[in-house]
């Protein structure tokens, strides 16, 4: 269903058969048992797809998949983005879809924020557009804001895309960044970075928790005490990251001490005691 391959028959160097393997594995199961089918499903028709994945309904109303970040760093490949908002145009105009708002209120752009499936009896078992999305190596998770309850599934579909460098994921300007190399962080400044690195230290001063990669110069992950706590509440207290494996991603600052990366959300930040991952 999700074909990633042009309708002049030139195939991507990518595939989706993932996507093909997770529809048969949840083909049976009821709609309501699915994490990102929640609330009422309104019909929508698609009238096109803009550059950034903005999504423009018939009815006149722009929207935005929530928990998608399309943001591109600076030197990232502009056709990749040209590639990702084709592919969505063929999946979805022309097709009946279902919509599922995540948030009541438009943003300053007059977006509004959901989730979309394509709808029918042979889309039953078909994953969001958003993972089809992330899944093709189109898009990077974003877990800030009005993320969709499937958010564990973008993750994992975001972790094989990035396995495979599928898409965006084979372009160096869209790399993990490893959390030990200060030099890597170079010209990253205001950018949103994934980044990955086992973590030394942990320390909390001036309200912030530090959760270091290193010594002074090294990079380091900053949460508010709120973040903090909320990650404690969530049983998984930053205090006992150390020696740890920690991929997280924030907007860079450059400072004095260090590279620095902010969070915008904690529910992005995953923590494993396992080796790094590619």
């Known amino acids: 269903m999700f074909n990633t391959t042009r309708p002049n028959g030139k195939a991507r160097l990518f595939a989706c058969a993932a996507l093909a393997v997770l529809a048969a594995a949840t083909w049976l199961r009821p709609a309501r048992a699915d994490p990102c089918r929640t609330g009422p499903g309104e019909p929508v028709s698609v009238l096109r797809v803009t550059g950034d994945l903005e999504i423009v309904f018939a ?47 438009p943003d300053r752009w007059g977006r509004t924020a959901g989730t979309l499936f394509l709808a029918g009896p042979e889309a039953g078992g078909l994953p969001s557009l958003a993972q089809a999305l992330v899944e093709a190596g189109h898009a990077r998770v974003d877990p800030a804001g009005p993320a969709p309850p499937c958010l564990a599934a973008l993750l994992a579909a975001e972790a094989r895309a990035r396995a495979d460098q599928r898409g965006l994921w084979a372009d160096p300007a869209q790399a993990v960044l490893p959390g030990s190399d200060a030099a890597a962080f170079a010209g990253r400044a205001g950018q949103v970075a994934l980044v990955e690195g086992r973590v030394v230290s942990v320390r909390e001063s001036r309200g912030r928790v530090y959760v270091n990669f290193g010594g002074r110069g090294d990079p380091a992950l900053v949460l508010t005490r709120q973040q903090a706590r909320a990650l404690e509440r969530a049983g998984r207290p930053p205090s006992a990251w150390a020696g740890r494996l920690v991929r997280a991603r924030g907007m860079v600052e450059m400072r004095p001490a260090g590279p620095r990366f902010l969070p915008g959300a904690v529910e992005g930040i995953e923590v494993a005691a396992g080796q790094a991952a590619r």
């Open 59 to 105: 009815d006149g109303r722009i929207a935005r998949l929530a928990g998608l970040e399309t943001s591109r760093p600076r030197g990232a490949d502009p056709a990749r983005a040209a590639e990702a908002a084709a592919d969505l145009a063929q999946w979805i105009i022309g097709a009946p879809a279902e919509w599922r708002s995540s948030w009541p209120e």
